[in-house]
């Protein structure tokens, strides 16, 4: 069975990178002008949210080096997962085949917040952006 969740990680590609404080202001931030009020908690380098029986990972690392423990949890629980640095065509494309291939995995509302969180991170700039779901 497939858990609902979307994670995103942010692969620093320039220094200084930002915090997952500054992130999770950012994210707070942009959800305060939506109708979705999500709260994001943060115990270390994680930022977690939960909408509707939908996890919502969200994390910083300091190096690519990190990626490693990722896939393998993506792994574990069965999520696709590529490494590549995400991009509005390419999560727009993802997201359509998910629409098409498992149309009752996810709401309308769980794909716009996850859009919602790769527009917040994708802010930053100096972020490689890498998501599975």
């Known amino acids: 069975m497939q858990i609902k969740m979307f994670v995103f990680i942010g692969v620093p590609n320039s220094k200084p990178a930002p915090t997952t404080d500054e ?8 959800f305060s002008t939506t109708d979705k009020s999500l709260q994001f908690t943060k115990k270390d380098k994680l930022l977690t949210s939960r909408y509707n029986g939908v996890n919502y990972y969200v994390s910083i690392l300091e190096s690519k080096k990190e990626l490693k423990d990722w896939l393998q949890m993506a792994n574990d629980f069965e999520l696709s997962s590529d490494t590549t640095n995400l991009t509005e065509k390419a999560i727009s494309d993802r997201y359509n085949k998910l629409r098409i291939t498992k149309p009752n995995l996810y709401s309308a509302n769980e ?8 527009n917040a991170m994708k802010q930053f700039g100096q972020l490689e ?3 599975f779901q």
């Open 23 to 30: 992130l999770q202001d950012q994210l707070q931030f942009q």
């Open 111 to 118: 794909y716009s917040i996850a859009e919602t969180i790769f």
């Open 129 to 131: 952006i890498i998501s």
